[in-house]
């Protein structure tokens, strides 16, 4: 049963910026670290980056010093800023818990798209 709802992604060019948001049900939000992943044509879903309860956040490699993870424990929100994008941050972007066998049981819900173009 999905539990997340994600928003925010939309078309920008190379070098913009857009915030992601994902309202996700407060029984995960409170339980599990959250992540961001994203999925683009032909690719498998991969992970970006992973926030704990108490704010510690990661990065893969490919977005470190351009994504910003945060999240607002009283709203069971999380956010990712993106900067300084890329034609290869195309993609479709989901937010889950950042373990993805627990992800994976709970369901994907529909994802935002974001597309890096001139």
């Known amino acids: 049963q999905v539990q997340v709802v994600e928003s925010g992604g939309g078309l920008v060019q190379p070098g913009g910026s857009l915030r992601l948001s994902c309202a996700a049900s407060g029984n995960i939000f409170s339980r599990f670290a959250m992540g961001w992943y994203r999925q683009a044509p032909g690719k498998q879903r991969e992970l970006v980056a992973t926030?704990?309860?108490?704010?510690?956040?990661h990065y893969a490699d490919s977005v470190k010093g351009r994504f910003t993870i945060s999240r607002d424990n009283a709203k069971n929100t999380t956010y990712l800023q993106m900067n300084d994008l890329k034609p290869e941050d195309t993609a479709v972007y989901y937010c889950?818990?950042?373990?993805?066998?627990?992800?994976?049981?709970?369901?994907w819900g529909q994802g935002t798209q974001v597309t890096v173009s001139s």
């Open positions: 926030i704990t309860s108490d704010g510690s956040a």
């Open positions: 889950n818990p950042s373990t993805l066998s627990i992800a994976t049981l709970l369901g």
